[in-house]
């Protein structure tokens, strides 16, 4: 059968070249929506499946709409690497019958859990603000930590300490007005508890910190168990406000669009840090940064952003924001696994019997 790439993987895994001698690979680099619309009806018009990489087809706005009415009637399945299929109109496609899958974040859990104990341990710590400062022209380790030491007031607004002129001791427990602090005895709340959102918990419990979550129903007493450490459940955001931090691991949906807002971060009860490995318009970024210059958000550790591919700019060249470009669950590992599993998904539809991963 003919099955179309779009996107990279590592053709050296075995479970590739297996795949590839059962079947004709045809390896596709999207240009514009018109050119593949044009070779969905001439050269690619007999596809019988489409592996869709980590980007897929984004380029040409998700694979909805006209691509789907001018997709090969052939087609049969869409399998693609990521946990969220956004993109994807999985009801239409089932209309055309077309099996759309995915690959649960089995892989994405533990290396998307690094990020956020990094995060979660530098928004307490601010080592950032540290290592942001630490250079050429404050080549002294001690006199470095009286620079940023607490007799100045933090600049909310440009993100950024007050430094000192003197030449004294400092511990380093402060920046500005800011205390240095463990993340032990701290609450967090995670707004999202699935696979991702429970393997965050554990890490964080491990660090010591208080475990609250956000999810539309609570876990059973048989799942609180399995989790192997205390989490309380919240049914909002707004009956957690005494969060230290809180965590974004939920989906994009109409519920949880911009639920991170002027609102929400006027109502927590005091200065608070924020972490969003879930979905970026989760978090109104505009409001986001209002709260990062009221000294409202004392930190935002962001890995999806509101208008992905793009960051809002004020974001940018902030000591209390770290930023990094969608790489939560970027390891060799994830990356090697997704595509195992998405090929798995090809080839059971492929055989007649039923996806591992369906979602419509």
């Known amino acids: ?59 040409v706005g998700g694979f909805r709409g006209e691509l789907i009415e001018a997709a090969p009637k052939s087609l049969k399945v869409i399998s693609i690497c990521s946990v969220g299929y956004d993109g994807y109109d ?4 089932a209309e055309k019958g077309v099996v759309l899958t995915n690959v649960p974040s089995i892989g994405a859990a533990e290396p998307v859990a690094d990020l956020v104990t990094y995060n979660t341990i530098n928004a307490f710590r601010q080592f950032s603000t540290f290592s942001n400062h630490l250079g050429a022209n404050t080549n002294h380790t001690v006199f470095l930590r009286k620079w940023l030491d607490q007799s100045n007031q933090f600049d909310s607004v440009r993100g950024q300490p007050r430094v000192n002129d003197v030449n004294k001791y400092a511990f380093g427990e402060m920046v500005n007005n800011r205390p240095v602090l463990s993340p032990r005895g701290h609450d967090v709340v995670i707004v999202g508890f699935g696979n991702i959102g429970r393997t965050i918990g554990s890490r964080l419990a491990h660090l010591g910190m208080n475990i609250h979550y956000v999810k539309r129903t609570p876990l059973t007493a048989d799942e609180h168990q399995q989790l192997g450490y205390n989490a309380v459940y919240h049914s909002s955001l707004s009956s957690a406000s005494f969060a230290d931090l809180v965590v974004i691991a939920a989906p994009l949906t109409p519920e ?44 935002a550790g962001l890995d999806v952003f509101e208008h992905e591919p793009t960051v809002t700019p004020e974001l940018f060249g902030r000591s209390d924001v770290v930023l990094t470009p969608h790489v939560g669950a970027s390891t060799t590992d994830n990356f090697n696994f997704t595509a195992k599993r998405a090929l798995a998904n090809l080839e059971l539809v492929l055989s007649g019997e039923s996806a591992l991963d369906r979602v419509n």
């Open 256 to 299: 949880t669009k911009h639920l991170i807002n002027r609102d929400s971060i006027a109502m927590m009860d005091k200065p608070f840090r924020l972490i969003n490995i879930g979905r970026g318009p989760i978090v109104d970024e505009d409001a986001l940064v209002e709260g990062l210059k009221q000294g409202k958000v004392l930190y």
């Open 1 to 59: 059968m003919k099955v179309l790439f779009i996107g990279d993987l590592n053709q050296d895994l075995l479970e590739y070249q297996q795949f590839s001698q059962r079947h004709q690979c045809i390896h596709y680099e999207i240009t514009t929506k018109e050119k593949l619309l044009h070779d969905f009806a001439h050269d690619l018009k007999d596809i019988d499946a489409i592996y869709g990489a980590w980007l897929g087809f984004v380029p």
């Open 90 to 93: 999985g009801k239409a496609l």
